[in-house]
């Protein structure tokens, strides 16, 4: 198991946002978490990236315990992530945006003299093209339209070459053309890149084409986890969440 | 994956990165400089100016090295400091204190033990400080800095106290009458610095810290340890900061607890938001910028000095918050507005911003006429209405040609501010009357130059944008 | 024993003193969210404005009075106007472009007010009765300062409490300090109210600056010197909290009656230090709440 979350509970205050939480991802893995707003999703992501503190439980990478560990830690150690309301360097240029991250992956970032223009521009163009912004290289990263940042998005996150990509709501605000071409490029960049996957979503079109493993949250708690046939037939996730939409 | 079109289609320029290019130029400016500058006492003591001017660029060099080290932590690591001057101190002091109290110390020693002084002083410092955000750290570098400042005041057998520290001994070639000996040293040593710092800036030390100042919650998730990079941009302008300190010291062969106090600050914050943080010879042009109108106004009216300098800040703030040279504008970037709303708005912020430059424009050249001349002031406020009624009319009619986005009118506007400066000359108003119609200048490039707008020109746009809104 | 006290009653009034000043900055703060650089300008007008009142207007120390209930309203307009005229077109933007648009300001009316009043030290006398001094312990102490310095504080204080905690208006206030985009969206007027908050600030700095003037000098400058006073009071205190103002002030107040005493040449540094201590174990102050990320 690449990634093991284990009986993590996380509480604010008495206000208890998720509970007992247990996902496994092995390697190699496409696996997504669902659920209806507010049912924990992005707290679990945080949990896991190090940007919150879990009240109980444990969280495993690559069999070591990362419980407690500063997000620049876990990073290092080999997950990249994407955000949900898009995350970038606003001010900075589309380049610049990737640059930093592989930068910061190949421990150059302690670097002061030499131009930083002559390093790892390669790698940058690779990764601008893998995610399709070849082309706006020289833009100004906050002025692009939303799809566009959301393909910088994934850009920085695989700059960090990572071996768990956790991506969040990655196909938010898009039109299913745009839906459609996004979930193909992931895909295409996981398998290419035998990376494992792990992605929350609200689209289940989405999630019923690419997800090999479902996990359902509702309220906080599991509700249900399995293949995509299982968790469609599962008459409590029907109940809860699919019901009302099916 | 397609953006949905746009009514305004705005084709994107893609240019290949040439900035390979411009980075060895960028050296070559710095030998040229150099070369340039290294002569400008003769020429001056050649013309028959006043000896006072060498002594004024060369302070200016030594504020402009200390706002390009205070801007390190401001305008590219987005920390504001509040209590920078707190490194001047440490330098002029250590530096001072080497050469006065142990007889025989080599100077060089002492000049270099000036940045070694700040840097410790900043980790120290910095330690504390970086755990705190905005306003609080803020709040922190200032208490920390008059520490400093009581500190030496009060610690008389050591500093002197508020008498301060006089008669450091300093090599004789660096003294001489003309002061161009000193301007020299200064040159050189500070060109230096800020080169250094230039490689700092834009090496990938300096695009971490860029990052940091951008989102560092997302730096933190590409694996930067956000905390130890700020503390260690405190560092390197906590060491170029003493440097600076240090050369001040050289020129009075003395040091004084004010070196350190919370204005010198202050004045450092205000010349780089006066050039513009975002750029890295912005502060160099604001410290270039605020020496010159000090030494301006404070010969003739030094009463009002800090009111020019006031008014300065807040139509700066107001009109142009990236200063001179700020080319990125500090606006929200992150906006999902499709190409013709934002020329929309922004045009709509270019007309309402408009009317600042053109009211201070106004009372500036009405107020120091006035000064001049103040029997009068009758007669010049009477005219200065008149003015203020005619332009008024003007210029409100001149905006609404200007939303035909012909390009006449782009040209009309940026001619513009001739008539203003023509009244400025005709009226000997110190040069510092003429900094507001120059930022008036700067502030309408600005914005009817910046690329998008720049595109809207030229194309009789104005039914598209009209109905622009519900494009989204 | 007698001379504990006579310290502790020397701290007391000093802070005092700065609690007016500070008060202003703090409620500001916690419901603009702006750390207003023009408040220790605020005080400094209403010094000079009492000045003028008692010397030119009235000619006779007896105005102290009139003073005491026009100067602190002249100042609330004042304070209004550079509200409604500046702060207003800010409050969205960075708090650092508020911080230093306040600073524009002090500039600004630091040289106003050397332009209408000259540069000299200026002072006024305390209201007739009030001259002379008072045996306390064996100790004089100007009359001025118990009998009219440490109720108006108490005074203001508990004012201040019963306003905010018992009155409608002060909830609103107090609410807006929790959540200001909820009081918008609750039918409130926000810009209202916050012109109003802001005036309610300067009316407590002008009232400072009236209390304070006939204990000290009157001088262009003050402003700068009185602000930096007060940031240390808030920010011991925790910005935001007026309890924690109180607090703050009798903690400078103390700290300065007993530094004199005892260090008589580190008092000043002694609070600067216990200002970055504060700031480095508590930021949020001694009653402040929890520091939120923005600030």
């Given at each position: 198991m690449l990634l093991r979350v284990e009986k993590v509970t996380k509480s604010f205050d008495g206000f208890v946002a998720v509970q007992d939480v247990e996902i496994t991802v092995a390697q190699g893995q496409m696996a997504c978490i669902i659920g209806p707003n507010g049912a924990g999703k992005s707290t679990i992501f945080n949990l896991i990236t190090g940007h919150l503190q879990p009240t109980r439980g444990k969280i495993f990478f690559r069999d070591q315990d990362i419980t407690g560990l500063p997000p620049y830690t876990i990073c290092q150690l080999g997950m990249g992530r994407s955000f949900q309301r898009t995350n970038i360097f606003p001010r900075l240029s589309v380049f610049d945006n990737v640059q930093v991250a592989v930068l910061a992956h190949r421990k150059k970032t302690l670097n002061f003299f030499t131009p930083s223009k002559k390093l790892v521009q390669d790698e940058t163009y690779a990764l601008l093209a893998q995610v399709g912004l070849a082309d706006e290289a020289q833009s100004i990263s906050g002025m692009l339209s939303y799809g566009f940042q959301k393909q910088l998005e994934l850009g920085i996150a695989l700059a960090s070459e990572p071996a768990l990509l956790l991506l969040d709501e990655p196909t938010a605000g898009m039109s299913p053309q745009e839906t459609a071409n996004a979930i193909a490029l992931i895909a295409k960049i996981v398998r290419e890149r035998g990376l494992t996957l792990l992605f929350t979503e609200h689209d289940m079109d989405v999630v019923f084409s690419i997800a090999e493993k479902i996990t359902v949250l509702h309220q906080g708690q599991v509700l249900a986890e399995g293949t995509a046939t299982e968790v469609r037939g599962n008459p409590e996730v029907q109940r809860v969440y699919l019901g009302e939409t099916a | 994956m397609n953006t949905p079109p746009t009514t305004l289609t705005v084709p994107r320029q893609v240019t290949v990165p040439t900035r390979t290019a411009r980075g060895d130029r960028t050296t070559w400016i710095f030998v040229a400089a150099l070369v340039l500058l290294f002569w400008v006492p003769e020429a001056i003591l050649y013309m028959g100016w006043a000896r006072f001017w060498i002594t004024l660029l060369a302070e200016v060099f030594i504020w402009g090295l200390f706002a390009v080290a205070f801007n390190l932590l401001m305008g590219y690591t987005g920390m504001i400091s509040f209590g920078q001057a707190a490194y001047l101190g440490i330098g002029g002091y250590t530096t001072g204190l080497l050469l006065k109290k142990i007889s025989g110390f080599p100077f060089a020693l002492g000049l270099i033990a000036a940045p070694v002084s700040g840097a410790l002083a900043a980790l120290i410092i910095g330690y504390f400080c970086i755990r705190l955000?905005?306003?609080?750290?803020?709040?922190?570098?200032?208490?920390?800095?008059?520490?400093?400042?009581?500190?030496?005041?009060?610690?008389?057998?050591?500093?002197?106290?508020?008498?301060?520290?006089?008669?450091?001994?300093?090599?004789?070639?660096?003294?001489?009458?003309?002061?161009?000996?000193?301007?020299?040293?200064?040159?050189?040593?500070?060109?230096?610095?800020?080169?250094?710092?230039?490689?700092?800036?834009?090496?990938?030390?300096?695009?971490?810290?860029?990052?940091?100042r951008e989102n560092p919650d997302r730096a933190g998730f590409v694996g930067i340890n956000v905390k130890r990079y700020q503390l260690y941009a405190f560092i390197v302008a906590g060491a170029f900061s003493a440097l600076a300190g240090a050369l001040f010291m050289i020129n009075e062969r003395s040091v004084y607890p004010e070196l350190a106090f919370w204005t010198r600050s202050t004045q450092v914050l205000l010349m780089s938001i006066l050039g513009g943080v975002y750029t890295f010879f912005g502060p160099i042009v604001g410290a270039f910028m605020l020496q010159l109108m000090d030494a301006d106004?404070?010969?003739?009216?030094?009463?009002?000095?800090?009111?020019?300098?006031?008014?300065?800040?807040?139509?700066?703030?107001?009109?142009?918050?990236?200063?001179?040279?700020?080319?990125?504008?500090?606006?929200?970037?992150?906006?999902?507005?499709?190409?013709?709303?934002?020329?929309?708005?922004?045009?709509?912020?270019f007309s309402r911003k408009f009317w600042y430059f053109f009211a201070a424009a106004l009372f500036f050249t009405a107020f120091f006429h006035i000064l001049q001349a103040p029997d009068t002031w009758k007669t010049t406020v009477l005219l200065t209405a008149?003015?203020?009624?005619?332009?008024?009319?003007?210029?409100?009619?001149?905006?609404?040609?200007?939303?035909?986005?012909?390009?006449?009118?782009?040209?009309?506007?940026?001619?513009?501010?001739?008539?203003?400066?023509?009244?400025?000359?005709?009226?000997?108003?110190?040069?510092?009357?003429?900094?507001?119609?120059?930022?008036?200048?700067?502030?309408?490039?600005?914005?009817?130059?910046?690329?998008?707008?720049?595109?809207?020109?030229?194309?009789?746009?104005?039914?598209?944008?009209?109905?622009?809104?519900?494009?989204q | 024993?007698?001379?504990?006290?006579?310290?502790?009653?020397?701290?007391?009034?000093?802070?005092?003193?700065?609690?007016?000043?500070?008060?202003?900055?703090?409620?500001?703060?916690?419901?603009?969210?702006?750390?207003?650089?023009?408040?220790?300008?605020?005080?400094?007008?209403?010094?000079?404005?009492?000045?003028?009142?008692?010397?030119?207007?009235?000619?006779?120390?007896?105005?102290?009075?009139?003073?005491?209930?026009?100067?602190?309203?002249?100042?609330?307009?004042?304070?209004?106007?550079?509200?409604?005229?500046?702060?207003?077109?800010?409050?969205?933007?960075?708090?650092?472009?508020?911080?230093?648009?306040?600073?524009?300001?002090?500039?600004?009316?630091?040289?106003?007010?050397?332009?209408?009043?000259?540069?000299?030290?200026?002072?006024?006398?305390?209201?007739?009765?009030?001259?002379?001094?008072?045996?306390?312990?064996?100790?004089?102490?100007?009359?001025?300062?118990?009998?009219?310095?440490?109720?108006?504080?108490?005074v203001t204080m508990i004012g201040l409490y019963v306003f905010l905690n018992r009155t409608r208006l002060g909830r609103i206030i107090r609410a807006a300090t929790?959540?200001?985009?909820?009081?918008?969206?609750?039918?409130?007027?926000?810009?209202?109210?916050?012109?109003?908050?802001?005036?309610?600030?300067?009316?407590?700095?002008?009232?400072?600056?009236?209390?304070?003037?006939?204990?000290?000098?009157?001088?262009?400058?003050?402003?700068?010197?009185?602000?930096?006073?007060?940031?240390?009071?808030?920010?011991?205190?925790?910005?935001?909290s007026l309890a924690g103002t109180v607090l703050g002030a009798l903690i400078f107040g103390l700290l300065r009656s007993f530094g004199i005493l005892f260090v008589p040449q580190f008092e000043t540094l002694f609070i600067f230090i216990l200002m970055a201590i504060v700031l480095v174990v508590r930021p949020q102050g001694l009653l402040g709440k929890h520091v939120t990320s923005g600030h």
């Amino acid at each position: 198991m690449l990634l093991r979350v284990e009986k993590v509970t996380k509480s604010f205050d008495g206000f208890v946002a998720v509970q007992d939480v247990e996902i496994t991802v092995a390697q190699g893995q496409m696996a997504c978490i669902i659920g209806p707003n507010g049912a924990g999703k992005s707290t679990i992501f945080n949990l896991i990236t190090g940007h919150l503190q879990p009240t109980r439980g444990k969280i495993f990478f690559r069999d070591q315990d990362i419980t407690g560990l500063p997000p620049y830690t876990i990073c290092q150690l080999g997950m990249g992530r994407s955000f949900q309301r898009t995350n970038i360097f606003p001010r900075l240029s589309v380049f610049d945006n990737v640059q930093v991250a592989v930068l910061a992956h190949r421990k150059k970032t302690l670097n002061f003299f030499t131009p930083s223009k002559k390093l790892v521009q390669d790698e940058t163009y690779a990764l601008l093209a893998q995610v399709g912004l070849a082309d706006e290289a020289q833009s100004i990263s906050g002025m692009l339209s939303y799809g566009f940042q959301k393909q910088l998005e994934l850009g920085i996150a695989l700059a960090s070459e990572p071996a768990l990509l956790l991506l969040d709501e990655p196909t938010a605000g898009m039109s299913p053309q745009e839906t459609a071409n996004a979930i193909a490029l992931i895909a295409k960049i996981v398998r290419e890149r035998g990376l494992t996957l792990l992605f929350t979503e609200h689209d289940m079109d989405v999630v019923f084409s690419i997800a090999e493993k479902i996990t359902v949250l509702h309220q906080g708690q599991v509700l249900a986890e399995g293949t995509a046939t299982e968790v469609r037939g599962n008459p409590e996730v029907q109940r809860v969440y699919l019901g009302e939409t099916a | 994956m397609n953006t949905p079109p746009t009514t305004l289609t705005v084709p994107r320029q893609v240019t290949v990165p040439t900035r390979t290019a411009r980075g060895d130029r960028t050296t070559w400016i710095f030998v040229a400089a150099l070369v340039l500058l290294f002569w400008v006492p003769e020429a001056i003591l050649y013309m028959g100016w006043a000896r006072f001017w060498i002594t004024l660029l060369a302070e200016v060099f030594i504020w402009g090295l200390f706002a390009v080290a205070f801007n390190l932590l401001m305008g590219y690591t987005g920390m504001i400091s509040f209590g920078q001057a707190a490194y001047l101190g440490i330098g002029g002091y250590t530096t001072g204190l080497l050469l006065k109290k142990i007889s025989g110390f080599p100077f060089a020693l002492g000049l270099i033990a000036a940045p070694v002084s700040g840097a410790l002083a900043a980790l120290i410092i910095g330690y504390f400080c970086i755990r705190l955000t905005h306003t609080y750290f803020a709040m922190l570098t200032l208490a920390f800095s008059m520490i400093v400042y009581y500190t030496a005041f009060k610690w008389y057998d050591f500093t002197g106290g508020d008498n301060g520290l006089i008669g450091i001994p300093v090599p004789a070639w660096v003294q001489d009458p003309t002061f161009a000996n000193y301007y020299k040293f200064v040159l050189v040593v500070t060109l230096v610095g800020v080169y250094l710092l230039w490689r700092i800036v834009n090496s990938p030390f300096g695009k971490t810290l860029t990052a940091i100042r951008e989102n560092p919650d997302r730096a933190g998730f590409v694996g930067i340890n956000v905390k130890r990079y700020q503390l260690y941009a405190f560092i390197v302008a906590g060491a170029f900061s003493a440097l600076a300190g240090a050369l001040f010291m050289i020129n009075e062969r003395s040091v004084y607890p004010e070196l350190a106090f919370w204005t010198r600050s202050t004045q450092v914050l205000l010349m780089s938001i006066l050039g513009g943080v975002y750029t890295f010879f912005g502060p160099i042009v604001g410290a270039f910028m605020l020496q010159l109108m000090d030494a301006d106004i404070t010969k003739d009216y030094p009463q009002i000095w800090q009111l020019f300098l006031g008014s300065m800040l807040v139509l700066i703030l107001y009109g142009l918050p990236g200063g001179i040279m700020g080319f990125i504008q500090a606006r929200d970037t992150a906006s999902t507005d499709d190409a013709a709303t934002r020329v929309r708005k922004a045009m709509g912020e270019f007309s309402r911003k408009f009317w600042y430059f053109f009211a201070a424009a106004l009372f500036f050249t009405a107020f120091f006429h006035i000064l001049q001349a103040p029997d009068t002031w009758k007669t010049t406020v009477l005219l200065t209405a008149a003015q203020a009624v005619v332009g008024v009319v003007l210029c409100t009619w001149m905006l609404r040609q200007l939303n035909t986005f012909t390009q006449l009118w782009r040209v009309v506007f940026l001619v513009f501010p001739l008539l203003p400066l023509a009244l400025h000359i005709a009226l000997h108003t110190p040069l510092s009357g003429l900094m507001i119609v120059v930022l008036w200048a700067v502030f309408i490039y600005n914005y009817l130059w910046q690329a998008e707008i720049r595109e809207a020109f030229g194309q009789p746009q104005h039914v598209a944008l009209d109905i622009a809104p519900e494009a989204q | 024993m007698s001379d504990f006290f006579v310290q502790f009653l020397n701290g007391v009034t000093i802070a005092m003193t700065i609690y007016l000043i500070a008060s202003g900055l703090s409620l500001v703060f916690g419901v603009l969210g702006v750390l207003n650089f023009a408040h220790g300008s605020l005080y400094m007008y209403g010094s000079f404005l009492l000045f003028t009142l008692m010397r030119s207007v009235f000619h006779s120390p007896s105005s102290f009075w009139i003073g005491l209930l026009v100067v602190p309203l002249l100042v609330a307009i004042l304070g209004a106007a550079l509200e409604m005229g500046f702060l207003r077109f800010v409050y969205k933007a960075d708090p650092l472009y508020q911080l230093l648009l306040t600073y524009g300001l002090v500039l600004i009316m630091s040289d106003v007010v050397k332009l209408i009043w000259g540069a000299e030290n200026q002072s006024v006398s305390r209201p007739p009765g009030f001259n002379g001094s008072v045996a306390i312990f064996g100790q004089l102490f100007p009359s001025y300062s118990i009998f009219i310095l440490l109720p108006c504080g108490i005074v203001t204080m508990i004012g201040l409490y019963v306003f905010l905690n018992r009155t409608r208006l002060g909830r609103i206030i107090r609410a807006a300090t929790q959540d200001r985009e909820m009081i918008g969206a609750l039918g409130i007027n926000v810009r209202l109210l916050y012109t109003g908050v802001f005036a309610l600030g300067a009316w407590l700095g002008g009232l400072g600056g009236v209390i304070a003037a006939p204990m000290g000098a009157i001088y262009p400058g003050m402003d700068l010197d009185i602000i930096i006073d007060a940031f240390i009071v808030v920010v011991i205190g925790g910005l935001g909290s007026l309890a924690g103002t109180v607090l703050g002030a009798l903690i400078f107040g103390l700290l300065r009656s007993f530094g004199i005493l005892f260090v008589p040449q580190f008092e000043t540094l002694f609070i600067f230090i216990l200002m970055a201590i504060v700031l480095v174990v508590r930021p949020q102050g001694l009653l402040g709440k929890h520091v939120t990320s923005g600030h």
